[in-house]
């Protein structure tokens, strides 16, 4: 079955530290990737998506991921956090033979301390 | 600005009720579905919809039923709620087609007693 991991469920951090947050996938077929990111009290919200082209995908608020089709990796980055990235980060896999069914990792759980 | 409304933000409810769910997009998007969220655990899909009154089982519909009648309104039904269904549930909604991300709703705090 496929399945997504993220290897991190709390990540504490100070300001200006930077981040990187896990993820990795067992499903070997043609994949999009995902990063939703939900705020206390919001909805989810994506924060940026994979589909082709150039690995180093960049999406909203300076936050960027790195696909790595070798490392089934899918890993997502900023250089300097701030205290308003304190929110719960998904990533998430739809495997493309599977239409838009999406499979969500458990979730990251950022604190940002000012 | 894509908005996927969820009736009830809180909801409590008593084992053995019939529990409805109501989610609405204004998109016009063919695609819906209903998953849970539970720490840990994250979001898991009940069940979900490419059309009017079509469904597909997701991954854990054990429980569960919908109900797709309007394109824009994609019920979820606890037949019979068990205090193993006290969760959060979350809407979305795409468009047809790959590629395509999911938009949210608010989601639904269910408690069941």
Redesign the interface.
């Known amino acids: 079955a496929q399945s ?1 991991s ?1 290897h991190n ?1 709390h990540v504490i951090l100070s300001e200006a530290a930077s981040l990187e947050l896990g993820c990795n996938y067992s499903y070997g077929g043609t994949v ?1 990737l ?1 990063w ?1 990111v939900q705020y206390p009290g ?5 924060l940026l ?1 994979y ?1 082709s082209g150039d690995p180093l995908v960049k999406g909203i608020k300076g936050f960027e991921a790195e696909f790595i089709k070798s490392k089934f990796s899918f890993n997502l980055r900023k250089p300097s956090v701030q205290w308003s990235d304190t929110a719960e980060y ?1 990533c ?1 896999v ?1 495997v ?1 033979e599977y ?9 990251t759980i950022l604190r940002v301390k000012s | 600005d894509v908005k996927v409304t969820q009736s009830s933000r809180y909801l409590v409810k008593r084992t053995g009720e019939k529990v409805f769910l109501e989610c609405v997009q204004d998109m016009d998007h063919e695609n819906m579905f209903w998953y849970r969220q539970d720490p840990g655990l994250g979001l898991r899909l009940i069940y979900f919809s490419y059309d009017v009154k079509m469904k597909e089982k997701g991954d854990i519909p054990e429980g569960y039923s919908v109900s797709r009648e309007k394109k824009e309104r994609f019920s979820l039904i606890l037949e019979s709620a068990s205090t193993n269904q006290t969760s959060m549930y979350l809407c979305a909604s795409t468009l047809a087609g790959l590629n395509q991300p999911q938009h949210f709703g608010d989601g639904t705090r269910l408690s069941i007693l």
């Open positions: 997504v993220q469920h999009n995902f939703y919001q909805h989810l919200q994506l998506k589909f998904f998430a739809n493309m239409g838009n069914k999406l499979v969500f990792g458990a979730g």
